[in-house]
Structures are given as C-alpha cells and as structure tokens.
C-alpha cells in the first residue's frame, strides 16, 4: 500500500478519562474532521484507526470484571461463574458504547470508517491473540474505506476473557501489514521523563536508552488497566524492533491541528525507532 498509517485516538484524548463513562463529543468531531482533512490532503494514505476505551472500558473492567471468580483447573480447563460472565459484558457493552461515539463522529464529518469489533473476531489464549480473521479488514483498506478498531475484551481459551488494548491490537495486525507509521495521540505532548511534573519532553527513545528512561516514564491520567505509558513504550520498542523502517509517535491531539499534521508526514511528540 502507498503509506499505511496506523492512528490511535487515545481513551484519555476522547473521553473524561476521570469520570465513569463520559465522551468527549465535541472533540471526538474535531478529530474526525482533522482525519478527513488529512485524507483529502493526502490520498496516498491508507488508514487503519484505533482508539482506547478511556473512561469507558477501564472503569468497567475495574467494577465489573473480578478474575478472581474465574479459577482455571488444573486440566487448564476455564470453570464458568456467573458473575464473571456478567461482567464481561458489561466491559463488553461499554467499549462497543464508546466505539458507537466514535463512529458517528467520523460519519459527522464525512470519514468512510466502518467498526471492526475485536470481540468478533480475535481470540486468545493466556492472553495472547491467537486467531483473528482480517478478511473484512484487508477488504476495508483495498477498498478505500477505514477500518476502526478498539480495546475490546475477547475470548481466551484459558482465562475466560481477555481484555486487550488498541496498541496490542496494533503490534498485531502490523506483524500482518507492515505499517510505515504509528501514531498515537493522547492528552500528553511527548512522553516525559519526569511524570507527573511534565518539564522534560523526551525526543526519541530507541532500545539502547529506554533501560535508564523505563523507571521515570509511568503513570496515566486516570484509571488504565492496560498499563500505562510505559507499558506502551516497551510494546512499540518491541514493534519497531521487529519491523524494518516502522516508527511511532507518540505526541498531543488536544492541540487542534496535530492529528491533521501528524497524520501528513510532520514530527510531534516523541518518536520511537529501532536506531
């Protein structure tokens, strides 16, 4: 493909990350329409969108989605409870309720965005993916039309369910696609390395200077179950390693403009490379 571009809209950038279950609708439409802005301006593009699940799904995995009432035998056989069922969806119901947000805002602007539901489609097993059929996916992008993702809680063949974030959705489908971009827009300019006093922007992070970074870069803005922001680095460290030429940003879409500008080829934020 000309310039496959993956972006993802941060659950923290579209959503009131601090208050349960609460879109930011207004940005949700600018956002869309920077997005189309940038398709316009650009039409080499070829556009996998993601986003998080913000105020929506983590609070939910938080309220409703206890493990501990779902024990594994020691066959490695699942034993069902009730509870847990409900509570998976329940975070089910949330992420998908979020994801509906988001869909119409790019409908709003004229964005040709069809939802592809992890939850479908993926499976794992003690958490890692297994099987996903990217066959509506694939046809999405051969035909012009993009294809959005979201944290999603799946089914796993061991643990019951399992809750995955947008960037381990997206270390997996770039092992299929081989992406020349990530973009990752969140509420921060750059990662910092002194969180959460925000006076020191780092640039670029390669391999070789994560390991005296890793123990000062951490915390969210709000509940994430998912791991935080160094949980994010280590996962595209790990990505860009395994994929020639890939590079990731990491940089603000508070700031109108920025997904426009980052998403038509300009530097923001921080990026990440293998050297």
Same mark, same amino acid.
């Given at each position: 493909m000309d310039d496959l571009v993956f972006l993802?809209?941060?659950?923290?950038?579209?959503?009131?990350?601090?208050?349960?279950?609460t879109p930011r609708l207004d940005k949700l439409l600018s956002l869309a329409g920077e997005i189309h802005a940038a398709l316009t301006e650009m039409s080499s593009i070829r556009l996998v969108l993601g986003h998080g699940s913000g105020s929506f799904g983590h609070y939910a995995v938080q309220e409703h989605l206890n493990p501990d009432v779902f024990p594994v035998s020691k066959e490695g056989r699942p034993q069902s409870d009730n509870r847990y069922w409900e509570g998976f969806a329940e975070v089910w119901y949330?992420?998908?309720?979020?994801?509906?947000y988001v869909i119409d805002a790019m409908r709003q602007a004229g964005v040709p965005a069809i939802s592809l539901a992890p939850s479908a489609a993926a499976t794992t097993s003690g958490g890692t993916i297994v099987s996903w059929d990217l066959t509506s996916l694939h046809a999405a992008l051969n035909s012009g039309v993009v294809p959005l993702i979201y944290g999603d +809680?799946?089914?796993?063949?061991?643990?019951?369910?399992?809750?995955?974030?947008?960037?381990?959705?997206?270390?997996?489908?770039?092992?299929?696609?081989?992406?020349?971009? +990530?973009?990752?827009?969140?509420?921060?300019?750059?990662?910092?390395?002194?969180?959460?006093?925000?006076?020191?922007?780092i640039e670029k992070i390669m391999p070789s200077t994560f390991g005296p970074l890793a123990d000062r870069i951490g915390g969210s803005h709000g509940p994430d179950v998912t791991g935080g922001m160094k949980s994010k680095v280590a996962e595209m460290l790990a990505l860009v390693q395994a994929i020639p030429g890939l590079t990731?940003?990491?940089?603000?879409?508070?700031?109108?403009?920025?997904?426009?500008?980052?998403?038509?080829?300009?530097?923001?934020?921080?990026? +990440?490379?293998?050297?």
């Open positions: 993802k809209l941060g659950g923290s950038l579209i959503t009131e990350k601090t208050q349960r279950y949330r992420a998908s309720q979020l994801n509906r +809680i799946v089914f796993d063949q061991i643990q019951g369910g399992k809750v995955l974030s947008t960037e381990a959705l997206m270390w997996h489908l770039a092992h299929h696609l081989q992406p020349r971009r +990530i973009l990752l827009a969140g509420l921060e300019a750059a990662v910092w390395a002194d969180f959460p006093s925000r006076t020191s922007a990731v940003q990491i940089f603000s879409g508070e700031e109108h403009g920025n997904v426009r500008r980052a998403l038509t080829g300009e530097a923001l934020g921080t990026s +990440i490379a293998s050297d």
